[in-house]
């Protein structure tokens, strides 16, 4: 994942469009959902049609990974992680009709595992 998760394109998705992807907000899923995980929102775009995402990243599973991978939990820590499984699910076209999806332990290490810093991945 690039380290820029604002704004990127991601594609093709399985029907050979490219989707513009923009960052919108990241919050406490707690506050708005009652959900001990971070969320993360998205708005994805091609030709005409605009959809929002969310991923939502459990906040014990952001703190495991956060360990396992020696760094820390930050917010563009985690919002790569989370564009990272956007992108993922525009081109697989994995969960794409879903409005809200949340992440697992594994999916979540995997992520993180890309972003550690080429010095500390032979840890």
Same mark, same amino acid.
């Not at 029907?15 to 929102?41: C, M, P, Y």
């Not at 794409?96 to 697992?104: A, R, Y």
């Given at each position: 994942?690039? !380290?820029?998760?604002? %704004?990127?394109?991601?594609?093709?998705?399985? /029907?050979?469009?490219?989707? %513009?992807?923009?960052? $919108?907000?990241?919050?406490? @899923? *707690?506050?708005? #959902?009652?959900?001990?995980?971070?969320?993360?929102? /998205?708005?994805?775009?091609? @030709?005409? *049609? #605009? !959809?929002?995402?969310?991923?939502?990243?459990?906040?014990?599973?952001?703190?495991?990974?956060?360990?396992? &991978?020696?760094? +820390?939990? &930050?917010?563009?820590?985690?919002? #790569?992680?989370?564009?990272?499984?956007?992108?993922?699910?525009?081109? &697989?076209? !994995?969960?794409?009709?879903?409005? $809200?999806?949340?992440?697992?332990?594994? %999916? *979540?290490?995997?992520?993180? !595992?890309?972003? #550690? +810093?080429?010095?500390?991945?032979?840890?």
């Amino acid at each position: 994942m690039s !380290e820029y998760y604002r %704004t990127f394109e991601a594609g093709p998705d399985p /029907f050979g469009a490219i989707w %513009t992807v923009e960052f $919108l907000w990241s919050q406490n @899923g *707690i506050s708005i #959902r009652h959900a001990d995980t971070v969320d993360v929102k /998205f708005e994805i775009s091609s @030709g005409g *049609i #605009r !959809e929002e995402k969310i991923i939502a990243l459990p906040h014990k599973f952001l703190l495991q990974a956060s360990h396992a &991978t020696e760094q +820390p939990v &930050t917010d563009p820590w985690v919002h #790569r992680i989370a564009a990272g499984h956007l992108k993922k699910m525009i081109e &697989t076209g !994995e969960d794409i009709e879903k409005t $809200l999806v949340t992440l697992d332990y594994d %999916t *979540i290490l995997g992520y993180a !595992e890309s972003l #550690r +810093p080429a010095q500390a991945a032979g840890h």
